[in-house]
Every structure is written in structure tokens, then in C-alpha cells.
């Protein structure tokens, strides 16, 4: 057994207590083979990781986002969500080609390696080249193609969910199973009925979890309660659609009779606080959801509409919001916004990650306290949540192997995919005009 030590830090444990410790890596298997106190393990292990002055914490779990769309940063703001997609994204999206996907998603995965984020669900195309990012950076992902009908006749849209049907079948448990795959149906308004009908029980079938967008916006729920006389999540419900495998992203106008369907039938939502402000699509009734039952984990969203990758910026974010919705200082607070972005996150995605103790996956990220910004440190789970940044992340760790050491990427080069990603975006832009 090959070993790597985390030493001389601060452990952040499962119930949100610190305390200083060691943690000991099975590099062969990728997991946490034990948790000591200072100086225990140091001797035992092959390698070693200094953790001294820093807080050793689960990395973090972007559950929601569209890496690739690294691309369109900056260029398509301060517009609703239709007239986003319509206008900006949908046209230039049109002339995407693999090398673009994979480039925007070496630049987002290395964004995402450097603010200690270590597993993610991605929704998006050409997702071949996604997969194959994943494996390159070393790092943990649920992978589903997007398949919509909007703007197809019915051959094309066939064909884009069997292709999506095809590649969670081909490429599941791939990367030496860092790789899992999702059905990703883009959201209940602009897939036709049909779709879902024949295809959805094709997914349960093959074992696949259904990923898609849900209440995102006002748009998104009254043009099926006017069709079908039935809230969106019911009408999902009709579907097939809502089952424990199954998450939803954004849920942001979802009412008290769709939280309690979520809860009875152990489907996750995605919160995405700093697309759903920017896009003002609304404030998701966080803190009502997690009082039904309901599993919250948290996203990005892509960086077209947040427009960064940083989930310690959308844990800030997810707890400012969650007070305004309610109206009430003490929702959303800080701890429980912390789990959402790690072991709920974990667990809406399937792996077992998202904490730190044996046996699970060593998926873990240490961060520099020695910061102005984090002094004095009176409560390092409020620091996290309300104070912390990306940058203070020193190393990074997916699976035992090490992402990123003193704030150098390993198993990437930040200046190769800034240049490649920047060349991508500006001949992408000028097709598409």
C-alpha cells in the first residue's frame, strides 16, 4: 500500500468540529485509511502533505454547473434568463465544436482544482471531451450530454437523446470510476412530453440518475399549470421523473405542495444562488425546503451566467439569500450551508466523499488560515462559509492523488489552458457572429 500524509493541520470532522490531526492516504485505493492526532501518522506514511497552519477540509462539490461555458464568461450579462439563452447563449452555442468544449473545460476544472473543489455534475455537449478532461485532471464528476427538442423536428431530437442515452451507457464507472454519467433532459419546458414518456423509463431501466433544470423561473412553471393544470413538479412526478436517484437543479419557485413531493420522494435540489441573483430568476426557498426534508446541495451553475467557479463565493451566497427569502437572520446559517457544499453534495451525486474519516474517498482540500481576512479565527465553519475564497486554497487532493501543491497545479497547466481556452472563446465568437 502506497501512503500520503496530510500533516500537521487542522481537521475539519463529519460534525463540523476541528481539532488538529493527521490524516493518513491509501493512494493505491484513493481513500482516508485513518485520522490521528498531530505527528501519529507522519512516520507511516511514503509522502507527505504539510498541512501546518492551514484547515484540512472535504473538497468541495459543485453539483450543478456547465464547465465548458468557462467560454462565454463576461460575454452575455445583465439579462433575464429566456432572453440570456435566446439571444446570447443558444446562437453561439450552435457553432460549438469538441476542441471548444474540451478547452473550456480544462480552463474550468483547473478554476475549479485551485478554489479546492474535487467532484462536480456537468450537464452540457460533447461530453466525450468532458469525460476526458475529468480523467486528465484526476478529478471526481457525474456526467450527463443535454438533450432538448426546442428548435429540432422529431429526428434530431430522437437523435440527441439517444446520443445522451449512449454516452451515460458507454461511459459510466469510466476513469478508474471517478467517471459516473447521468440522463440530462435540459428541463420540463423545453423537452416535449413525448420525450420524457419514452425515454425516461429507458434511463431507470439501464440504472442511469436524471438530472435536469426545474422552477427556475416564473416561465418555467406557468406555461405547464396553464397546459395540464398541474405544478411543474407534479407534472414530473407524472413522469416518472422524481425518484431518490434523481436531482434537480435552481427550484428556486417551487410551493409548499412541491417540497413536500420532493421530500416523500427523496429527490435532491441544486441551489444556484449566484445564477438565480444574476439572472433574477428568483430566491429558492432554502430554508423551507430543508424544514420539508428535502436534500440541498449546491451549485454554479456555468460561468456564463455566475461568472466564476468559486463554491466558497456561492456558499456566501447561498446564505445571504437564504436569509432575505425568509426574511430571517438565523435561516440557511453557516453550518448547514456547508454541508450542502460537501457531504450533501457528496450524496446527491452518488460518491462517497464530502467528509473526512475512514474509508471514505480521500477527496480533501487544505486551506491557509495565516490571512487578514481569517483573523482572528473565533469560528473557522462561520469562516468558511462567510470569510474564505478560493485563493486561500494551498493543496488539493481527488482520490489520493495530489491536484494542486502550494497553489501549483499538477495535473494541469493553468498557463496552457488559459491560453488555449482564450484562443477557443475568441474564434468561437467570431463564427457565431
Known amino acids: 500500500m502506497n501512503t500520503l500524509a496530510v500533516t500537521g493541520g487542522q481537521v475539519l470532522f463529519p460534525d463540523h468540529s476541528v481539532a488538529e490531526a493527521d490524516i493518513l492516504i491509501n493512494t493505491d485505493a484513493g481513500t482516508i485509511e485513518e485520522v490521528g492526532s498531530n505527528g501519529e501518522l507522519a512516520g507511516t506514511a511514503d509522502d507527505h502533505l504539510d498541512a ?7 473538497g468541495l462539490v459543485n453539483a450543478h454547473t456547465h464547465v465548458a461555458m468557462t467560454l462565454f464568461r463576461g460575454a452575455a450579462d445583465d439579462k433575464p434568463l429566456d432572453a440570456w439563452l435566446q439571444e446570447d447563449i443558444w446562437p453561439v452555442e450552435a457553432e460549438l465544436t469538441g476542441e471548444d468544449v474540451r478547452a473550456g473545460a480544462r ?3 483547473a478554476e475549479m482544482i485551485r478554489s479546492g473543489t474535487t467532484a462536480i455534475a456537468d450537464m452540457y455537449f460533447f461530453m466525450p471531451e468532458v469525460a476526458a478532461v475529468v480523467e486528465e485532471a484526476c478529478i471526481r464528476a457525474r456526467l450527463g450530454h443535454g438533450c432538448i427538442t426546442v428548435g429540432k423536428d422529431e429526428e434530431a431530437a430522437h437523435e440527441d437523446f439517444e446520443a445522451g442515452l449512449e454516452f451515460a451507457k458507454e461511459h459510466n464507472d469510466t476513469a478508474n470510476g471517478r467517471v459516473k454519467t447521468l440522463f440530462t433532459p ?8 413525448q420525450f420524457y414518456e419514452e425515454y425516461i423509463p429507458e434511463a431507470h431501466d439501464a440504472g442511469i440518475p436524471v438530472h435536469i433544470h426545474a422552477n427556475e423561473t416564473t416561465q418555467e412553471v406557468e406555461p405547464l399549470v396553464d397546459e395540464y393544470g398541474k405544478r411543474p413538479l407534479e407534472y414530473a412526478d407524472d413522469l416518472g421523473i422524481l425518484t431518490e436517484e434523481t436531482f434537480l437543479a435552481h427550484g428556486v419557485h417551487v410551493d409548499e405542495t412541491e417540497r ?3 421530500a416523500e420522494r427523496g429527490t435532491s435540489v441544486v441551489h444556484c444562488p ?3 441573483m444574476k439572472l433574477a430568476s428568483g430566491m429558492a426557498p432554502i430554508q423551507k425546503l430543508h424544514d420539508a426534508g428535502v436534500t440541498v446541495a449546491l451549485g454554479t451553475d456555468g460561468a456564463g451566467s455566475n461568472n466564476d467557479l468559486d463554491m466558497f ?3 456566501r451566497d447561498a446564505a445571504m439569500i437564504g436569509k432575505l427569502a425568509e426574511n430571517d437572520a438565523s435561516a440557511v446559517p453557516a453550518d448547514a450551508v456547508l454541508e450542502m457544499a460537501t457531504k450533501a453534495g457528496a450524496e446527491t451525486l452518488g460518491f462517497d466523499s464530502g ?4 474509508g471514505a474517498n480521500a477527496d480533501l482540500a487544505v486551506l491557509d488560515l495565516d490571512s487578514l481576512h481569517l483573523t482572528p479565527q473565533h469560528d473557522l465553519v462561520s469562516h468558511l462559509v462567510y470569510a474564505a475564497r478560493g485563493s486561500d486554497v ?3 487532493v481527488c482520490d489520493g492523488q495530489v491536484l494542486m501543491e502550494d497553489r501549483e497545479l499538477t495535473t494541469l497547466s493553468a498557463d496552457d489552458v488559459m491560453a488555449e481556452g482564450s484562443k477557443h472563446a475568441t474564434e468561437l465568437f467570431a463564427r457565431a457572429e
Open 260 to 262: 413536500e413531493l420532493l
Open 107 to 109: 480552463l474550468g476544472i
Open 394 to 396: 494551498r493543496h488539493t
Open 313 to 315: 463565493d456561492e456558499m
Open 274 to 276: 449566484a445564477s438565480n
Open 355 to 358: 467528509r473526512i474519516e475512514e
Open 52 to 58: 501546518a497552519g492551514g484547515l484540512v477540509i472535504p
Open 186 to 193: 435540459h428541463s420540463l419546458t423545453t423537452v416535449d412530453r
